[in-house]
């Protein structure tokens, strides 16, 4: 069958600056997917489109043509209003285990799809899989019976959701054109609208853990994706919150399952728990629900029976044993004073070195290596107090990941004691929200 365009015509007008014409944005996208546009074709206009950016005409086409490579799940027939949150990725970021079932304790169903741990930050899948039994993959008819009968399901995204996504985020990946907002933005919202959900509340990152660094990057970011969501029919909203720490004390998969285990019993860093609140009353405000306290179905046990039905239908064991890797080390406080650094991007690495995240697509990652935080960005020190601890399996691991937290920011080392106190602010921004 002869092709309507040609890439190339493409690439040289994006190159160019030029507005691609919607024709031929629904072709390049399809044609990749079909295996017609090479990847070394479509890598170059990933990066025309990375230097030359695109209207918001182009992206919203874009993302459609994304979506249209694949199925649009439906979740009308439920009977229930729907909410999905989003997170943009960052260190120690288990919000979604907690949430899901706390947002489904209030009859509001939570169709869930996460990912794996991608680079030094964590997946949802990996983590929810240190519990015994738990299955990540569910079918689309399972998903459904679990969403009416226990509210919430988080499970992998199949393969059916734009597929165009998972090959252009792979190309993306190894060609240096990540951080182009148009297409993260396309991506992230190609797989969330086409999941059905009726709202979505997405968790912008900023800070040296995350995609975004600067907070005008990040905003740019969340506007993009909130008017994509919202042309779409998805009720929409973004809370721009800080990554340049680490979120809660657990960084890893078995400790950061446990820890959103303390917040569904009423317990939990605040950090953790203020999230959990903030995201969870913004989803319930999108599906209506403005007159509810998240923070009480935490603390009157209903999330926690939520959670435990949810990893139940799954197949998992939600009593079981989440212990940490055998060696531990000791990270101490060289000097009275305050935390005045503990760097979110260097402690992930350190994570991922230890065993917390894969070494490369496919392989196992160790559910108990990782680290707990024994103090905080802020937090007062007396020399030799203990700042953080490092679990692994393996002396080899063990010295990867103490190299990491050295090498982070520069040499400078991921953690830094210093006379003044510094604050942290959790909340930095919003963009169309309801609560
Ligand atoms: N997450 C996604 O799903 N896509 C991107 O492009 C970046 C982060």
């Given amino acids: 069958m002869s092709e309507p365009f040609d890439a190339v015509q493409v690439i040289v007008a994006k190159r160019d600056g030029k507005v691609i014409p919607d024709p031929q944005i629904d072709w390049v996208v399809d044609a990749y997917t079909r295996g017609v546009v090479a990847d070394e ?15 918001r005409g182009e992206i919203a086409r874009w993302t459609q043509a994304m979506i249209n490579t ?37 009859g509001v169903a939570v169709p869930q799809l996460s990912g794996r741990g991608l680079g030094h930050t964590g997946g949802t899948l ?10 990540a993959d569910v079918s689309n008819e399972d998903m459904h019976a679990q969403l009416k ?7 992998a995204a199949g393969t059916q959701l734009a597929p165009a996504d998972k090959k252009l985020y792979a190309l993306r990946d190894v060609t240096g054109t990540v951080e182009s907002i148009p297409m993260i933005a396309a991506s992230v919202m190609s797989k969330k609208i086409a999941e059905g959900t009726g709202v979505l509340v997405l968790d912008v990152k900023v800070g040296s853990g995350a995609f975004m660094k600067d907070l005008d990057q990040a905003r740019e970011l969340a506007r993009t994706m909130v008017d ?16 340049s720490t680490p979120l809660g004390l657990a960084i890893g998969n078995a400790n950061e399952v446990a820890e959103s285990i303390e917040v569904l019993a009423g317990g939990g860093p605040a950090d953790v728990v203020e999230l959990t609140v903030a995201l969870a009353r913004e989803m319930l405000a999108g599906a209506g629900l403005r007159d509810v306290d998240p923070a009480d179905a935490l603390k009157d ?12 239908a799954q197949g998992g064991d939600p009593d079981t044993p989440l212990t940490l890797s055998p060696l531990t080390e000791e990270v101490r406080a060289e000097a009275d004073g305050y935390v005045t650094r503990l760097d979110a991007l260097g402690a992930g690495i350190a994570a991922w070195r230890l065993g917390a995240g894969r070494e490369r697509q496919g392989a196992p990652v160790v559910f108990g290596a990782g680290i707990m935080l024994n103090k905080q960005l802020g937090d007062p020190v007396r ?18 990941g103490l190299s990491a937290l050295g090498e982070a920011c520069d040499g400078a ?18 963009v169309g929200t309801r609560s």
Avoid at 149 to 154: E, F, K, L, Q, Y
Avoid at 301 to 312: E, K, L, N, P, Y
Avoid at 420 to 430: A, K, N
């Fill in 301 to 312: 046990g209903s999330a926690m029976d939520s959670w435990r039905r949810m990893i139940a």
């Fill in 70 to 106: 694949g199925v649009r799940l439906d979740f009308s027939g439920l009977g229930k209003a729907t909410a999905d949150k989003h997170s943009t990725g960052g260190v120690g970021d288990k919000i979604t285990l907690p949430l899901a079932p706390l947002v489904a304790s209030f």
């Fill in 228 to 243: 994509l969501g919202t042309d779409a029919g998805v009720v929409t909203s973004a809370l721009l919150t800080d990554m």
């Fill in 383 to 400: 020399k030799g107090d203990v700042i953080m601890t490092l679990y692994a399996e393996t002396p080899e691991r063990m010295s990867r």
């Fill in 41 to 55: 074709q479509m890598s170059s206009l990933a990066m025309a489109i990375l230097q030359r950016g695109m209207t």
């Fill in 126 to 135: 990996d983590k929810l899989e240190s519990l015994a039994g738990w299955r």
């Fill in 149 to 155: 009968d226990v509210g919430a399901v988080i499970c």
């Fill in 413 to 430: 080392g991921t953690i830094e004691v210093g006379d003044s106190p510094v604050e942290r602010t959790l909340f930095l921004d919003s």
